[in-house]
């Protein structure tokens, strides 16, 4: 299964990050920044919450019904003329959900790293949120996702169900962040010692911290 991070290096991925960063007037590099470290971020938060019973009932409904994935179908209606309040307004709601009370913390060290205040770094999680939604959509539909044991192989599939342990508390350190900054060193340095290896989160977030 491909992960997540391989989104956004297809020609999906591009109309996205193009279109996202067109609708909320933002940088296209600092936009794919942003995603490239949101996505997984979202996606362990999105594993976490589904980690009980309740949650995993709530996120597999959601998909199976208003995120089915057919914002996807028309991207191009989508971002022209700008993204609808309607969009950002259920990205707003999806990411209270989702991060809680890491919301700000989450935002504001994404925010550090790729030279955006936490409030621009909101504006494009809040439109591409939804569509993340619509991909994990379409993920289970063309997996046959249609129990909780199913949804939990499907998160675990898209973020890399054999990432090193490193990785995995690189996503759990961000999400346990307090909104201070002070956790970016210390995540920084323990994601560029542990990626050596070329591909996977680990190479891609080394890089983005500074690694080669």
Known sequence: MAGILDLLNSELGQSIINGVSDSTGQDKDKTSSVLTMALPVLMKAMQRNASTPQGAEGLLGAIQGKHNGGILDNLGG????????EVKNDGEKILNHVLGSKKQGVESIIGQKSG?????????????TPILMGFLGKQAQQNNVSSTNDLSGLLGGLLGGNDSSSEQS???KILDADG?????????GMVLGN???KGGLGGLLGGLFGGK
């Open 170 to 172: 690189f996503l759990e």
């Open 180 to 188: 201070d900054g002070s956790i970016i060193d210390d995540v920084a």
């Open 195 to 197: 990626s050596k290896k």
């Open 78 to 85: 989508l971002f022209s003329g700008g993204v609808d309040d």
């Open 116 to 128: 955006l205040d936490a409030g621009s770094v909101d504006q494009i999680l809040k439109v591409a």
